[in-house]
């Protein structure tokens, strides 16, 4: 199964000027954090909000700035994968601005919105959907319809429902957040937001066509605006190469994902799961051109990133283990490949629901392997539920 990487928008809490005292140190220690997160630099603001967190501590426990300062340290936690330390973050700075500003106060909805992020990128998909929606109700009556905030919540509903399988739900909210973000200007960088979880929905139905100017553009706008070495670059690298592999284009695509490995190693640390994303990618690609043992090095430095990172139980764990099996069925090895099957396919019923199309996937690759192995009767139980699970999502 090939890793698809869309843009899902965690917010940053917009900070106003320092005041005399005490304040100045938070208030640099803010700043400062804030442009190297908006540089890739992940490692430098961890720092410098770890250091506003401090001084913030020192405010009273219910002030707002101490939920601003959890908000953004949580913000560059989510940015390098340690999910288990934002969330506690996200959960505290929402209590203190719900009860300080009220339910309703944009800041709120930005918690929401962060929290709903943490909870997708664990794969809680039914906390995640209605922080998004109660985030977004926020943002469409205190900041009004076609404020850059409603764009991005529409992104990141766009994206849950996108895992979900529920593409007419998830293109209709993409189009409507590009016309948002288009207000920006054509080269702003919510647009490329926009334009890649568009060309990503285009993508998982088979509509390359469609997709492929989208994520061109998308990747044009960030090498201008971020920089060519920018984590954002190589996600556009990384979803533009896989692209060009659905359509059989490998030597477009290799190179494109060798540049995206080595900007996300150096900007993020090579246990990232943005780099195992990767590996993943390149592994792939590699076992296409039958190239078995790359292939097999880099699936088992991806699936270990993941479950260090995400945990034993995260849907790209499943991803991982499905690939990894895909490998060794390729080879013949069809007693390795039996339990990572089960496992992924355990994993993505756990945590994505009995009628997901990665479970059908699943079923069918698992029954794939039971015909090589002589298993026939097996073999037609799993393509039985996978065609269910298809005719069921043929009507979404």
């Given at each position: 199964?090939?890793?698809?990487?869309?843009?899902?928008?965690?917010?940053?809490?917009?900070?106003?000027?320092?005041?005399?005292?005490?304040?100045?140190?938070?208030?640099?220690?803010?700043?400062?954090?804030?442009?190297?997160?908006?540089?890739?630099?992940?490692?430098?603001?961890?720092?410098?909000?770890?250091?506003?967190?401090?001084?913030?501590?020192?405010?009273?426990?219910?002030?707002?700035?101490?939920?601003?300062?959890?908000?953004?340290?949580?913000?560059?936690?989510?940015?390098?994968?340690?999910?288990?330390?934002?969330?506690?973050?996200?959960?505290?700075?929402?209590?203190?601005?719900?009860?300080?500003?009220?339910?309703?106060?944009?800041?709120?909805?930005?918690?929401l919105n962060?929290?709903?992020?943490?909870?997708?990128?664990?794969?809680?998909?039914?906390?995640?959907?209605?922080?998004?929606?109660?985030?977004?109700?926020?943002?469409?009556?205190?900041?009004?319809?076609?404020?850059?905030?409603?764009?991005?919540?529409?992104?990141?509903?766009?994206?849950?429902?996108?895992?979900?399988?529920?593409?007419?739900?998830?293109?209709?909210?993409?189009?409507?957040?590009?016309?948002?973000?288009?207000?920006?200007?054509?080269?702003?960088?919510?647009?490329?937001?926009?334009?890649?979880?568009?060309?990503?929905?285009?993508?998982?139905?088979?509509?390359?066509?469609?997709?492929?100017?989208?994520?061109?553009?998308?990747?044009?706008?960030?090498?201008?605006?971020?920089?060519?070495?920018?984590?954002?670059?190589?996600?556009?690298?990384?979803?533009?190469?896989?692209?060009?592999?659905?359509?059989?284009?490998?030597?477009?695509?290799?190179?494109?994902?060798?540049?995206?490995?080595?900007?996300?190693?150096?900007?993020?640390?090579?246990?990232?799961?943005?780099?195992?994303?990767?590996?993943?990618?390149?592994?792939?690609?590699?076992?296409?051109?039958?190239?078995?043992?790359?292939?097999?090095?880099?699936?088992?430095?991806?699936?270990?990133?993941?479950?260090?990172?995400?945990?034993?139980?995260?849907p790209r764990?499943?991803?991982?283990?499905?690939?990894?099996?895909?490998?060794?069925?390729?080879?013949?090895?069809?007693?390795?490949?039996?339990?990572?099957?089960?496992?992924?396919?355990?994993?993505?019923?756990?945590?994505?629901?009995?009628?997901?199309?990665?479970?059908?996937?699943?079923?069918?690759?698992?029954?794939?392997?039971?015909?090589?192995?002589?298993?026939?009767?097996?073999?037609?139980?799993?393509?039985?539920?996978?065609?269910?699970?298809?005719a069921e999502?043929?009507?979404?």
């Open positions: 199964m090939k890793k698809l990487t869309l843009c899902a928008c965690a917010l940053l809490l917009a900070l106003p000027l320092g005041s005399a005292g005490q304040d100045d140190t938070w208030d640099t220690h803010m700043q400062v954090a804030a442009k190297m997160y908006h540089r890739g630099n992940y490692a430098e603001a961890e720092k410098l909000w770890v250091a506003a967190l401090r001084q913030a501590e020192k405010f009273g426990p219910h002030d707002p700035r101490l939920a601003d300062t959890l908000n953004n340290l949580a913000l560059v936690y989510d940015a390098q994968g340690s999910y288990a330390k934002a969330e506690p973050l996200y959960e505290r700075a929402f209590t203190i601005w719900e009860k300080a500003l009220g339910p309703a106060h944009p800041n709120v909805a930005t918690s962060n929290l709903g992020l943490v909870y997708h990128a664990q794969g809680k998909y039914a906390k995640a959907e209605p922080l998004y929606k109660r985030a977004l109700t926020i943002w469409e009556k205190t900041l009004g319809p076609a404020h850059p905030h409603v764009a991005r919540s529409l992104n990141n509903l766009a994206l849950l429902y996108r895992t979900l399988g529920e593409y007419i739900k998830a293109e209709l909210l993409c189009k409507r957040a590009l016309r948002i973000s288009e207000m920006l200007g054509p080269a702003h960088a919510d647009v490329a937001t926009s334009l890649t979880n568009l060309a990503g929905v285009y993508r998982a139905q088979g509509k390359y066509r469609e997709a492929e100017p989208l994520y061109e553009r998308a990747l044009k706008i960030h090498e201008q605006a971020l920089g060519p070495t920018h984590p954002h670059v190589a996600r556009d690298l990384n979803n533009l190469a896989l692209l060009y592999q659905a359509q059989g284009k490998f030597i477009k695509a290799q190179p494109l994902y060798k540049r995206a490995l080595a900007i996300r190693q150096k900007a993020l640390g090579s246990a990232h799961p943005r780099v195992a994303t990767s590996l993943n990618n390149l592994a792939l690609l590699y076992r296409i051109q039958g190239k078995y043992t790359e292939a097999e090095e880099l699936y088992n430095r991806a699936l270990t990133i993941r479950e260090t990172a995400l945990g034993g139980d995260h764990v499943g991803t991982g283990l499905n690939n990894l099996a895909e490998l060794y069925v390729a080879q013949g090895k069809y007693t390795e490949a039996e339990p990572l099957y089960k496992r992924a396919l355990a994993i993505w019923e756990n945590a994505l629901g009995q009628i997901h199309p990665s479970v059908a996937t699943g079923l069918e690759n698992y029954g794939d392997l039971l015909r090589k192995m002589n298993r026939p009767t097996e073999a037609a139980a799993m393509e039985a539920r996978a065609k269910t699970i298809w999502q043929s009507k979404r």
